[in-house]
Protein backbone atom coordinates (compact mmCIF):
# COMPACT_ATOMS: atom_id res chain seq x y z
CA UNK A 1 0.00 0.00 0.00
CA UNK A 2 1.40 3.44 -0.90
CA UNK A 3 0.34 7.07 0.49
CA UNK A 4 0.36 9.96 -1.16
CA UNK A 5 0.05 13.30 0.18
CA UNK A 6 0.26 16.16 -2.00
CA UNK A 7 1.25 20.07 -0.60
CA UNK A 8 1.89 23.29 -1.86
CA UNK A 9 -1.12 24.28 -3.96
CA UNK A 10 -2.28 27.44 -3.74
CA UNK A 11 -3.16 31.07 -5.45
CA UNK A 12 -0.75 32.91 -7.47
CA UNK A 13 -0.61 35.32 -10.10
CA UNK A 14 0.32 34.83 -13.53
CA UNK A 15 3.73 34.79 -14.08
CA UNK A 16 4.66 33.28 -10.66
CA UNK A 17 6.00 30.32 -9.51
CA UNK A 18 4.78 27.80 -7.41
CA UNK A 19 6.18 24.59 -6.59
CA UNK A 20 4.18 21.62 -5.31
CA UNK A 21 5.03 18.21 -3.25
CA UNK A 22 3.91 15.36 -3.10
CA UNK A 23 4.64 12.91 0.28
CA UNK A 24 4.86 8.82 -0.71
CA UNK A 25 4.78 6.59 2.73
CA UNK A 26 4.72 2.69 2.58
CA UNK A 27 7.24 1.76 1.11
CA UNK A 28 9.36 0.90 -2.05
CA UNK A 29 8.78 4.52 -3.37
CA UNK A 30 12.34 4.03 -4.81
CA UNK A 31 12.01 1.69 -7.47
CA UNK A 32 8.59 3.21 -8.45
CA UNK A 33 8.15 5.83 -11.40
CA UNK A 34 6.11 8.97 -10.27
CA UNK A 35 3.87 11.43 -12.26
CA UNK A 36 2.27 14.92 -11.94
CA UNK A 37 -1.75 15.27 -13.66
CA UNK A 38 -3.48 17.64 -13.45
CA UNK A 39 -7.49 17.91 -13.71
CA UNK A 40 -9.22 21.78 -14.79
CA UNK A 41 -12.99 21.92 -14.25
CA UNK A 42 -14.77 20.23 -17.36
CA UNK A 43 -11.77 18.61 -18.38
CA UNK A 44 -10.43 15.07 -18.78
CA UNK A 45 -7.46 14.82 -16.29
CA UNK A 46 -4.15 14.81 -17.96
CA UNK A 47 -0.67 14.04 -17.26
CA UNK A 48 1.44 16.67 -16.95
CA UNK A 49 5.29 15.59 -15.84
CA UNK A 50 6.94 12.32 -15.23
CA UNK A 51 9.95 10.61 -13.97
CA UNK A 52 11.69 7.11 -13.53
CA UNK A 53 12.54 5.76 -10.24
CA UNK A 54 16.14 6.80 -10.67
CA UNK A 55 17.79 8.21 -14.09
CA UNK A 56 18.26 11.99 -15.25
CA UNK A 57 15.24 11.56 -17.55
CA UNK A 58 12.13 13.66 -17.10
CA UNK A 59 8.96 13.65 -19.39
CA UNK A 60 6.70 17.05 -20.14
CA UNK A 61 3.37 17.65 -21.52
CA UNK A 62 3.48 20.23 -24.58
CA UNK A 63 1.81 22.94 -22.65
CA UNK A 64 4.46 22.79 -19.82
CA UNK A 65 7.66 22.37 -20.94
CA UNK A 66 10.34 25.00 -20.13
CA UNK A 67 8.07 26.04 -17.55
CA UNK A 68 7.98 22.92 -15.49
CA UNK A 69 10.45 20.73 -13.57
CA UNK A 70 9.77 17.74 -11.85
CA UNK A 71 12.24 16.38 -9.61
CA UNK A 72 12.41 13.75 -6.75
CA UNK A 73 14.13 12.87 -3.71
CA UNK A 74 14.10 9.32 -2.83
CA UNK A 75 16.03 10.11 0.74
CA UNK A 76 12.97 11.62 1.49
CA UNK A 77 10.16 9.63 0.04
CA UNK A 78 9.32 13.09 -2.15
CA UNK A 79 8.47 14.03 -5.46
CA UNK A 80 8.28 17.90 -6.58
CA UNK A 81 6.87 20.12 -9.17
CA UNK A 82 8.62 23.55 -9.82
CA UNK A 83 6.14 25.69 -11.84
CA UNK A 84 7.58 28.85 -13.35
CA UNK A 85 5.35 31.02 -15.67
CA UNK A 86 2.26 29.86 -14.35
CA UNK A 87 -0.66 30.88 -16.99
CA UNK A 88 -4.31 31.30 -15.82
CA UNK A 89 -4.94 27.97 -18.20
CA UNK A 90 -2.29 26.46 -15.40
CA UNK A 91 -5.47 26.56 -12.76
CA UNK A 92 -6.64 22.68 -12.05
CA UNK A 93 -6.23 20.08 -9.38
CA UNK A 94 -2.83 18.86 -9.30
CA UNK A 95 -2.48 14.91 -8.44
CA UNK A 96 0.78 13.20 -8.11
CA UNK A 97 0.45 9.22 -9.02
CA UNK A 98 3.13 6.43 -8.94
CA UNK A 99 3.36 3.32 -10.83
CA UNK A 100 5.04 -0.20 -9.62
CA UNK A 101 7.57 -0.13 -12.43
CA UNK A 102 10.28 2.34 -12.71
CA UNK A 103 10.32 3.39 -16.00
CA UNK A 104 6.94 6.38 -17.33
CA UNK A 105 3.98 5.88 -18.64
CA UNK A 106 1.66 8.76 -19.60
CA UNK A 107 -1.67 7.13 -19.40
CA UNK A 108 -4.03 7.18 -15.76
CA UNK A 109 -4.31 3.53 -16.52
CA UNK A 110 -0.56 2.94 -15.80
CA UNK A 111 -0.43 4.26 -12.19
CA UNK A 112 -1.80 2.22 -9.31
CA UNK A 113 -1.82 4.77 -6.34
CA UNK A 114 -3.28 8.75 -6.26
CA UNK A 115 -2.83 11.47 -4.01
CA UNK A 116 -5.75 13.06 -3.17
CA UNK A 117 -5.04 16.48 -5.21
CA UNK A 118 -3.48 19.90 -4.88
CA UNK A 119 -5.69 23.10 -5.77
CA UNK A 120 -3.28 25.34 -7.81
CA UNK A 121 -4.91 28.64 -9.10
CA UNK A 122 -3.27 31.05 -11.40
CA UNK A 123 -4.97 34.70 -11.97
CA UNK A 124 -4.70 36.75 -14.76
Known amino acids: QVHLVESGGGLVQAGGSLTVSCAASGGFFSIRAMAWFRQAPGKEREFVAG????????YYADSVKGRFTISRDNAKNTVYLQMNSLKPEDTAVYYC?????????????????WGQGTQVTVSS
Open 51 to 58: IPSSGPET
Open 97 to 113: ASRPYSNVRLGQGDFDY
